[in-house]
Each structure stands twice: as structure tokens, then as C-alpha cells.
């Protein structure tokens, strides 16, 4: 699939995903979003492991593998993405509840945004944000109107050519 000046490949079976990275070897190209490196550059900031690719790539995974995705590490987390996860059912019963009507009448796409970052800053932060809850410090708000805003921002600028970018400076 082409989107913008980018080629992708989108696999949703698992067995498919299993035979891509088995193909793909130790140091596979991985899609490079000319908007965030160009932003890392701009700002003389390094690469996250999102962002790299080849060797570089390859050093900063392997000590992820360890530290963090191992099915040894894996077991830390079950207990913080299960506390999560209740929060999330019970705050669902609660709008199905508040509703009047017994089903779900909001939107579901911003609760499974809210669940999703909850669940990633209590694994990689080891706190939670308070996502849950029906009132957001506005600290923890800022944060997710960053992280909504470089989601949005990300898509539309697929489109732009990449040279557009470095010669208007963007930032």
C-alpha cells in the first residue's frame, strides 16, 4: 500500500507477521517518517528505537528484548495491564450505566486512546496517569492533547514531500 511518498506492508494475522520477521533477518528496513527524524534533527535529539534502523536498530532491540519484552520481564507487567484493565471495565460499566439507555453511547475510539496510553505510561513510566478516572490532572491532559496532537499531525504529513519539509523548515 502506498500512503503519501511511503510503501507499506499492513499485516493482520500473526502467523503472516511470524513469516515477515523470520524474512527480514537481523537488520530489517523499517518505515522511516521523515516528519519525526526530521524534528529529532532539527533539535539535535537522538533516535528512539521507533526511529533507527540497520545495526543501530539491531543494539538498541536487543537490550529491549531483555529488559523489557522477554516473557521473564513480561510477567512484571500483568499485574500493572490487569489493574488497568478493571479500571477500563469499570469505567465502561459506569458510562453504560450513567447513560440511562444500559448500552454504550459515547465515543469508544478516545476510552480505547485513554486505555492504551494508561496501560503504556504504567509500563514504561511505572505510574499511571489517572486516565481512568473521570477527572483529569491537567497535567496528565496536557500530555495526552501532545500525544493526540503528534498522532494527528503524523498522518497528513505522509503527504507532504520530504524536501517540502526540509526546505520550509518545519518544525
Not at 74 to 87: C, H
Not at 130 to 150: S, V, W
Not at 155 to 168: A, D, E, F, K, W
Amino acid at each position: 500500500e502506498k500512503i503519501g511518498y511511503y510503501e507499506s506492508v499492513n499485516i493482520i494475522k500473526p502467523e503472516d507477521a511470524a513469516i515477515l520477521f523470520k524474512a527480514e533477518g537481523h537488520h530489517p528496513k523499517r518505515l522511516k517518517v521523515e516528519a519525526w527524524t526530521s524534528y529529532r534533527d532539527y533539535r539535535n535529539r537522538k533516535y528512539g528505537v521507533l526511529l533507527k534502523n540497520g545495526e543501530d536498530w539491531r543494539s538498541n532491540r536487543v537490550i529491549l528484548n531483555k529488559e523489557v519484552i522477554s516473557l521473564k520481564m513480561l510477567e512484571n507487567f500483568v499485574p500493572l495491564l490487569d489493574d488497568v484493565g478493571q479500571d477500563f471495565v469499570t469505567r465502561v460499566h459506569k458510562k453504560i450505566t450513567r447513560s440511562g439507555q444500559n448500552k454504550w453511547t459515547t465515543d469508544l475510539s478516545q476510552e480505547l486512546f485513554k486505555y492504551a496510553l494508561e496501560s503504556v505510561s504504567s509500563v514504561l513510566y511505572g505510574e499511571r496517569l489517572g486516565l481512568m478516572l473521570d477527572y483529569i490532572d491537567p497535567e496528565a491532559q496536557h500530555f495526552i492533547d501532545c500525544i493526540t496532537l503528534m498522532f494527528k499531525t503524523t498522518s497528513p504529513m505522509l503527504y507532504i514531500p520530504p524536501g517540502l519539509l526540509r526546505q520550509t523548515r518545519s518544525r
